[in-house]
């Protein structure tokens, strides 16, 4: 009897997860440029992972998204429910099943599922086992940060096949915020609201002045939408300065404010910073009565490891989307400040984060994310050559802005009559994603006018950068009471996106459904609401990057609103 059992023992045993052949699942040649690996990560350091499994029927949820967002099908608008999204895509129970087992075989708890991901607490030891990884402590010297990474790890062969990412491991975070903070100078400011109107808009821009230069011309009516505004990498947005901006920029009551909420241990102590008073002085200056929510998110550096509690080692991106896509209602509109040279985005990371965007877009959310602010060379200090370990020279294009659906990318401008494409606006081409449908004639008109011109720098098979643009330079922002002059696609995505939210509620409003994800509209009928620019460049790249022109550009997308011939367009 024991000699029959043995064949079926050693099937036993090599079923088992700790028995399984580790197969690696995400490796970097090294950690990207200005990490530096200062030694190894404390074994009793406790880390928070998200375990994103795979989901199943993507390209089901891809097709409908299509459907819902395009003006000339049946079922447009007609946009999914949570629990609609949750049947479609959840993971497999199999699935489940496994990587719970693989996680009890260790010794790790394991929550519940949600937003198809498991999150579990593990020390550095214990990550390592999981993962058969080596984590270390790692140091940017340019942004003074540290974190906890490994540029390898793996997984048992049936984990592997039911997992789509394991963070935190490879990804090093390069996040920056569009609000061109280097660039912020102190101004004198005017004494109080009667002194709105008196603002110089060729000084400085205020709400008044956009109102003015793209045609709004519309008091919300409705008070079923809802505008969000994110904050990352501790940005806190500031109540005080924003009844301060109130009062002093516009006519809009000064006790108008903002919703709250805490992300993953986010915090926001009422001492407004730069990006987030920026998005929630212009969201609010220009929306208002409509009511606005600021998402306040943690889990990205900076922090200095500690090994008494639990670090927030997670990436913002998908703790805010997995936030985001649990909730039983979610704002009509979303703005967006923040963004990575793609290329420094580990590609299974990309992908999930774009399925998560489209998940969200889904259910009837015009999502707007700024393009970045380094013209060709997307980051403001980016080195223009590839991480590979060929150091190729190229264009870098940004992320999440390059996400082929769910997002819609805004870059910038600056004048009037004519507005401008401004040079700090990023544009060009995704590495990871294909060109959608939906824009695949501009792009190709694009890069056929260019002919052989930066031949090998871009993808001209990628999805284009941006969608559409806003103005991005001298925008007026109250900041410890002190007014200064900022600039950034951190100032035209929120400048768009509150358009965007005035579109929904005037919809809403008459009975109709919002938007929802944004381009297919934008790229077929919309694009008569918008204005066409068609001069400057965006450069970097020792060059003087791509240029603007007729139609669609990797520099000002599509154009910029005209409020007016929008609202008659929707």
């Known amino acids: 009897m024991i000699i029959t059992m043995l064949p079926l023992l050693a099937a036993l045993a090599a079923a ?116 058969g990884a080596k984590y270390g402590v790692y140091y940017h010297a340019q942004k003074g940060v540290y974190t906890v990474r490994t540029t390898k790890y793996s997984l048992p062969k049936d984990v592997h096949d039911a997992v789509a990412m394991v963070q935190p491991t490879t990804m090093f975070s390069d996040m920056n915020m569009s609000d061109g903070r280097v660039k912020a100078t102190e101004i004198s400011h005017a004494s109080g609201a009667s002194d709105a109107a008196a603002v110089n808009c060729d000084k400085g821009l205020t709400p008044p002045c956009l109102r003015d230069l793209y045609k709004i011309d519309y008091t919300p009516q409705d008070n079923k939408t809802t505008i969000g505004i994110t904050g990352y990498l501790h940005e806190v947005a500031g109540k005080a300065d924003l009844q301060s901006f109130l009062q002093q920029y516009t006519s809009i009551p000064s006790n108008a404010t903002f919703g709250v909420h805490l992300v993953n241990g986010g915090t926001n102590d009422g001492n407004g910073t730069g990006e987030a008073n920026l998005d929630t002085q212009y969201a609010m200056g220009l929306t208002y009565p409509i009511h606005n929510d600021f998402y306040s998110t943690a889990g990205s550096p900076p922090f200095i490891p500690d090994a008494s509690t639990p670090n927030n080692t997670n990436e913002p991106y998908i703790e805010w989307l997995n936030y985001m896509n649990g909730l039983d209602e979610v704002p009509t509109t979303v703005t967006s400040s923040y ?175 919002p938007l929802g994800f944004l381009n297919p509209w934008l790229y077929g009928k919309g694009f008569a609401g918008l204005n066409d620019i068609t001069q400057g460049t965006n450069p970097g790249c020792d060059t003087d990057g791509f240029s603007a022109g007729k139609g669609w550009d990797p520099v000002t997308g599509l154009g910029t609103p005209n409020f007016s011939e929008l609202k008659k367009l929707v």
């Open 16 to 131: 088992s997860p700790l028995a399984q052949e580790m197969v690696t699942k995400q490796a970097l040649r090294k950690a990207p440029g200005g990490w530096v690996l200062k030694g190894s990560a404390p074994a009793d350091l406790q880390m928070n992972m998200h375990i994103s499994l795979k989901e199943q029927n993507m390209d089901k949820l891809q097709q409908r998204l299509l459907q819902i967002s395009d003006p000339g099908h049946s079922d447009y608008g007609k946009h999914m429910s949570k629990s609609d999204i949750e049947a479609l895509t959840a993971p497999s129970k199999a699935n489940i099943g496994v990587v719970k087992e693989w996680l009890k075989a260790h010794g790790v708890q394991a929550g519940e599922v949600s937003s198809g991901s498991i999150a579990i607490t593990v020390t550095t030891t214990q990550a390592e086992e999981l993962l």
């Open 339 to 513: 963004g990575d040279n793609e290329q420094t985005v580990p590609r299974d990371y990309a992908e999930n984060v774009c399925n998560q965007f489209m998940k969200l877009a889904a259910r009837g959310v015009s999502v707007l994310v700024s393009s970045g602010d380094g013209g060709v060379a997307g980051g403001q200090t980016s080195k223009c050559v590839s991480n590979d370990g060929k150091c190729t020279r190229k264009f870098l294009p940004t992320f999440p802005a390059s996400c082929p659906l769910g997002v819609t990318a805004v870059g910038g401008t600056t004048k009037s009559n004519p507005e401008v494409a401004a040079g700090l606006s990023s544009g060009g081409f995704s590495e990871y994603f294909p060109v959608p449908d939906y824009q695949a004639a501009q792009t190709k008109a694009y890069i056929t006018g260019l002919g052989d011109t930066y031949a090998g720098l871009y993808n001209g098979g990628g999805r284009g950068i941006p969608d559409v643009a806003a103005q991005a330079e001298r925008f007026i922002v109250v900041i410890g009471g002190k007014s200064y002059l900022l600039a950034g696609t951190s100032c035209s995505a929120p400048t768009f996106a509150s358009v965007v939210a005035l579109l929904n509620d005037y919809r809403v409003a008459s009975g109709k459904p």
